[in-house]
């Protein structure tokens, strides 16, 4: 869908009464992402009319219909600081991408949450198939006790966020307190609190239309390590 179609659309709503959600897609790209970021944001404009923030520690980036803020923390952590830029409650939903999470064709479908407060993310894994809990995004974090009591339960990659309440402030509570970065911290505060934050259990077991390589998917998200050879795919692929 395009974003002129969606903006067709949008005025048909507002004729028979439908009230248009308001949403907001943030990143925080930093050194070598910044070159990435600029090919997501031209992607995402072809696909998405609303608000985009760039938080970054470049104050010489400018891109055309994106607000920037000056962020000079850790990178690692920059998604869990967004509310401190902006009124959380000017939107209805609320969307954080890594600079690599490349919006596709059918990027709409991500914004379909239901009726839950959190969408999560590319790559999910139930804690219980962690074989070697140190190889893993969250598990590393755990005690054995605790990958016993969760081994149900899934952990995430917080590439790919989507949240309609603002989560960040007990977000970043964990991240003060036991020194984790932001997809470790997520990971906790979505187990240990259950019964106000929940998995989006139908995002994730629907995420082979959502999240994938195909095209028919919404995002492709690039995960090389090497970031110089992401870089080059990325490049190849979209300019």
């Known amino acids: 869908m395009s974003k002129f179609i969606s903006k067709y659309l949008d005025s048909i709503n507002d004729k028979i009464g439908i009230k248009k959600e308001k949403r907001l897609v943030y990143y925080c790209a930093t050194g ?42 850790d990178p690692t952590i920059g998604r869990a600081f967004i509310d401190e830029y902006i009124n959380i409650h000017d939107y209805d939903k609320i969307m954080y991408l890594d600079a690599d999470a490349i919006p596709l064709k059918n990027f709409f479908k991500i914004w379909d949450i239901n009726n839950k407060d959190i969408g999560v993310s590319v790559q999910t894994l139930k804690i219980g198939q962690c074989k070697n809990r140190y190889k893993f995004w969250f598990t590393q974090k755990m005690s054995d006790d605790e990958i016993t009591k969760y081994k149900d339960r899934h952990v995430i990659n917080s590439g790919v966020l989507i949240t309609k309440i603002n989560i960040f402030k007990e977000w970043r509570k964990i991240i003060n307190n036991n020194r984790y970065e932001d997809q470790s911290s997520l990971n906790k505060l979505l187990l240990t609190n259950n019964s106000k934050y929940h998995e989006i259990k139908e995002l994730i077991s629907s995420e082979k239309w959502m999240f994938n390589t195909k095209p028919n998917g919404s995002i492709y998200h690039f995960c090389d390590k090497n970031v110089e050879e992401k870089i080059l795919r990325i490049k190849k692929m979209f300019l």
């Open 32 to 73: 070598k992402y910044i070159d990435i970021v600029k090919i997501n944001i031209n992607e995402l404009k072809k696909y998405y009319s609303d608000d985009i923030i760039l938080l970054t520690n470049n104050s010489d980036i400018k891109i055309s219909n994106v607000k920037s803020y000056i962020y000079n923390k």
